[in-house]
C-alpha cells in the first residue's frame, strides 16, 4: 500500500484526543512530501543533523519532533526549529536546551523521558531522577523551556500483558506529573507512548501522542 493509503488508514483509527507523529528517520525526502501531500504535518526524527537537512528542505508549515536521544552539543543544531524534543533525560540537557532556546529568543517545548521498559539500554529516568529535576531551582528558573509531558517506550516483546503494564506505569506517573502545580515551564498535557506495533494498545492505556513509522513508511 501507498505511503499515503497508510496514513490515512491509521489516521483513521486515532480517537481526536490522540496526536499522530509521523516517524520519518531514515526515510528520503519525497516519502515525508508524501506524507505530507495527505495532510501531515507533524514529522519525527531521532538524528538532528537529518532532521535539519529535512527542515531546510520541505515546507515550513511542518513541525519537527525530536524523537532520539539527544547528545547535549547537537541541541544548538534544532534550537531554531525544533516543536517539541521527545527524550530529555537529563537536567544537564534540560539546561542546554535552555541555553539554546534563550539564543533563539524562543520558548521549547519537552518531554521528558522516563524509563519503564526492562531492557537496561534504553534511556529513561526513574521516578526519582523525576522529582529531582522537577524540585530543582535550576528547572524552576528556566524561562525557555516548558516540560508538557512523559514520554516512554515499551520493553520489545510480543508479551501483551508486559507491554499493558508499563504503559500503564507511565500512565500513572503521568498521572501525578498532571496533578502538581502548574507553572510557567511546567504544562504537563502530552503522553507520549506508542510506536507501530504497540500503539493501539497505548491508546487503551491513555496514551495522546503516538510515534508511528514503519506502518506507514514501511520497514527501515
Ligand atoms: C523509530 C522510533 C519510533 C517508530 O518506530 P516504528 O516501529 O517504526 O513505528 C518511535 N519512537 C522512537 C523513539 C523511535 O526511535
Known amino acids: 500500500?501507498?505511503?499515503?493509503?497508510?496514513?490515512?488508514?491509521i489516521k483513521s483509527t486515532l480517537p481526536s484526543t490522540v496526536t499522530l507523529v509521523a516517524v520519518s528517520k531514515t526515510k528520503p525526502i519525497p516519502d515525508l512530501m508524501e506524507a505530507y501531500d495527505a495532510g501531515q504535518r507533524i514529522f519525527g526524527e531521532n538524528k538532528i543533523q537529518e532532521m535539519a537537512d529535512k527542515w531546510e528542505a520541505m515546507p515550513k508549515d511542518i513541525e519537527w519532533h525530536m524523537i532520539g536521544h539527544v547528545q547535549t552539543n547537537k541541541?544548538?543544531?534544532?534550537?531554531q526549529f525544533v516543536s517539541l524534543i521527545h527524550g530529555v533525560d537529563s537536567l544537564k540537557l534540560l539546561e542546554e536546551i535552555n541555553k539554546q532556546a534563550k539564543k533563539k529568543n524562543r520558548i521549547i517545548d519537552?518531554?521528558?523521558?522516563i524509563h519503564i521498559a526492562e531492557e537496561e539500554t534504553k534511556f529513561g529516568l526513574n521516578e526519582e531522577e523525576l522529582n529531582e529535576i522537577l524540585s530543582s531551582t535550576t528547572f524552576q528558573e528556566m524561562k525557555n523551556i516548558r516540560i508538557v509531558g512523559l514520554m516512554g517506550m515499551a520493553t520489545f516483546t510480543d508479551n501483551q500483558d508486559q507491554i499493558r503494564k508499563e504503559f500503564?506505569?507511565?500512565?500513572?506517573?503521568?498521572?501525578?506529573?498532571?496533578?502538581q502545580p502548574k507553572t510557567q515551564n511546567l504544562e504537563p498535557k502530552t503522553l507520549s507512548m506508542g510506536m507501530s506495533g504497540d500503539y493501539q494498545l497505548a491508546i487503551e492505556c491513555g496514551s495522546t501522542m503516538v510515534r508511528i513509522g514503519s506502518s506507514i513508511f514501511g520497514g527501515r
Open 1 to 9: 500500500m501507498s505511503i499515503k493509503q497508510n496514513l490515512l488508514n
Open 110 to 113: 519537552c518531554l521528558l523521558q
Open 75 to 79: 541541541v544548538k543544531f534544532m534550537a
Open 168 to 179: 500503564n506505569h507511565l500512565k500513572s506517573i503521568f498521572d501525578y506529573l498532571a496533578a
